[in-house]
């Protein structure tokens, strides 16, 4: 039998709306975690560097782009790191990656008082371009993605320009060797899962009550998934006491994030439904076309035979 929803007792604290970063960017992209970001860099590159400093970095619609200052041959080179996290699967991140550079490479020339248009070539930082994938579609632990997957297959070759997007599976489970490699990265791993875990769980509980009042109702479950795993999380993780300072938050950004999935899915789903009724419209076009075309044959048919 299902629970029936009482407000009095899964009273829980009310989700907050109005933090619109992703989690993994309120937890990588901050300057008291630096050393969690450079783990996550370290991670990703197979590199060993120990001090955080090196990293400069700020946020862009919630894209997290850090410079990166590495010592080569005793020059010092600038990598641009352009990381974003995604709920849900879009193979149209090269394309929203290329905008990003662009607006950050406008920025650095400006802000340089470089000049583009001049004799002497513009030096420009290295972009490295990682999304961060933790959504339900399985895909592989690690793939390329590129922008000449959107061109037409035939003449793809022929392309002027390429942007390659490396897409990093985090689910947890997934990625095990990057995963031991960056103990906040395996964090925020198992806490997502659990959370994903705990709030199907609790929604299942309620059965028929979550349409009482589904926005109020699934922002408890909300809370209370994130409560009950904030409660389980391992002490090995070094980012559980951070997650818990930050609880409310937590909660609103996760929340964000959901909705988001939640909405994109029903324009799939409107899509598949606009474009069976749109197939349905053609085919009831065209054979009204058809019709026409027949019936104007016999007419004329009747008055070849007429004038004989």
Partial sequence: MSKRYSKKKHKLPVVNH???????????????NKEWTLSLFNAVNGSDYSDPSVIEFNTLENMLYM??????????SDQLNLYEHQSSYNPNMPFRMLEYTVKLYSGFIAGGEKNEYGTSLVRLPIPKLVV??????????DRIIRLSDAFDEEHREESDIEVSVRMININYGRNEALMRACNPLEGYSWFVERVKRYSKEYRNELGPSI????????????????????????????IKDFL??????????????????????????????EGIQQERINTERERDRAD????????LEAQLAAKK
Avoid: C, W
């Avoid at 933090?19 to 008291?32: A, N, P, S, V």
């Avoid at 961060?132 to 632990?141: A, E, K, L, S, W």
């Avoid at 926005?215 to 070094?238: M, N, Q, T, W």
């Fill in 18 to 32: 109005e933090h619109k970063d992703r989690l993994f960017i309120f937890i990588f992209g901050r300057e008291e």
């Fill in 67 to 76: 410079t990166m200052k590495n010592d080569v041959s005793f020059l010092v």
């Fill in 132 to 141: 961060f994938y933790n959504g339900d579609r399985d895909i592989d632990d």
């Fill in 211 to 238: 349409d009482d009042d589904p926005k109020e109702i699934s922002s408890l479950v909300l809370s209370k998934a994130v409560e009950r795993s904030l409660r389980e999380i391992p002490d090995e993780y070094v």
């Fill in 244 to 273: 818990k300072k930050h609880r409310a938050e937590v909660v609103g950004m996760l929340a964000e994030e959901y909705d988001e999935v939640t909405i994109a899915e029903k324009f799939r789903q409107e899509g598949r439904r």
């Fill in 292 to 299: 026409r075309a027949e019936a104007r044959i016999k007419e």
